[in-house]
């Protein structure tokens, strides 16, 4: 959604303009690190192919975005097929944030009375929070079918892969010594932020008070930022469990 809002003819805004290849120089990254890891035939190069495709559908979709924007001239092409990148990055980070619970054993935590519990309170907290910023007094326009999906798609769907990770940590405190611990930080902080950034922008297309070069483009920054660096560390930190063992 980096795209989302962009005005031709923004002049002196490098930034806006650069800060979006960090997602496809992270997903290409993460590509070449899964295959080190076995790719599909391993549980940690499936979760790390996983977040990298997301990455990937994030910079499809500011592509198609930017395609609108500076081609036909529409400031905010929301929805359109730039949404089946950013909406297909969700699917893969909830896929991938599965596969880090699975592979700290969250199908084994969660059969106890507090796994059940946190699956349900986690995901709760964040759609709760979602609906007082974002959908409180929101106005249901039925004509635009598409738009009151992906409005609450969004929020819904990522609220699943946060729990996820925040499920995985609170696991991991006793996995392998806890090394697992800082590279999931790393990823919770990242989806976290790219969270808030959805909803940001949400929130601020809505009311039409989005603008190029914002606080809601920096945040989209730091998660992408914070994204590869959380494939490398994972990367890593097995790599330090494996010689370990």
Known sequence: MLYRGLQAGVENNLFTLVYPWISLVGGVSGIYAAQ????FKSLLGKTVLMFSLGLLFQFLGQAIYAYYIYINGIEVPYPSLGDIGYFGSVIFYINAAYLVAKLNGFHFSVRSFQGKFLSIIIPGILLISTYFFFLDGYVFDWSDKLRILLDFGYPFGEAIYVSFAILALLISRNISGGLMKKPILFLI??????YFSDVMFLYQ???ETWYVGGVNDFMYLVSYFLMTLSLIELGATFSKISQEQ
């Open 36 to 39: 080190k890891w076995g790719g």
């Open 189 to 194: 902080f990242a989806l976290v932020i790219q």
């Open 205 to 207: 297309s809505s009311r």
